[in-house]
């Protein structure tokens, strides 16, 4: 790049802004899901199989899609209403064809139709959030440890992006850069 700054600085710098805003925290991408998968909020859909194994978490998004012209959608305030499909006062009926829910918090969330009649015949769901996982933190005494580290493959948690490695690897780049006076 004439006049400019290279290509590598910039993923430098690029790199720098990324770290410092993130603080070198740990993110966790926030899951969407869109319940029922490709049919979505249908009686045809098998709720219960698409939500089976499925982990929700504080911070996730779930998405119902459904024919606003025939069906609609209730979020309940306990497991009765839920089991017996009492749908006379939910805390919110949605009839928009596409809502979205945050989870902001742990616990039992109920939804179901809002048609009494899909919903005996299984368009209910029920989704217990759960906390997003803490990371581990560790401290390291050496720059080789550190390196170790960086460099040391982990696991990654499902559908989550974990920026720590990237923030670290920077850290001990830019040390080496300094380091080396360049």
């Known amino acids: ?40 909020w249908d009686s045809a859909s098998n709720i219960e199989s698409w939500s089976s194994g499925r982990v929700f978490r504080v911070g996730d998004k779930i998405w119902f899609t459904y024919s606003a012209a025939q069906e609609s959608l209730a979020e309940l305030r306990s497991s009765d209403e839920f089991e017996s499909c009492e749908i006379s006062n939910p805390i919110r009926m949605y009839t928009g064809g596409i809502d979205m829910f945050s989870l902001d918090g742990e616990g039992t969330r109920y939804f179901a139709s809002g048609s009494v009649e899909s919903c005996n015949i299984g368009l209910k769901l029920h989704i217990e959030v759960l906390p997003r996982p803490k990371p581990e933190i560790q401290m390291l005494t050496t720059a080789s440890e550190a390196i170790r580290a960086v460099a040391a493959p982990s696991p990654v948690p499902s559908a989550s992006v974990h920026l720590q490695g990237i923030s670290s690897l920077l850290w001990v780049g830019l040390a080496l850069l300094c380091f080396m006076g360049l």
């Open 1 to 40: 790049m004439a006049g400019g700054i290279s290509t590598g600085g910039f993923m430098v710098v690029s790199l720098v802004v990324i770290s410092l805003s993130l603080g070198g925290r740990w993110v966790g991408a926030q899951v969407h899901h869109v319940v029922g998968g490709d049919r979505g």
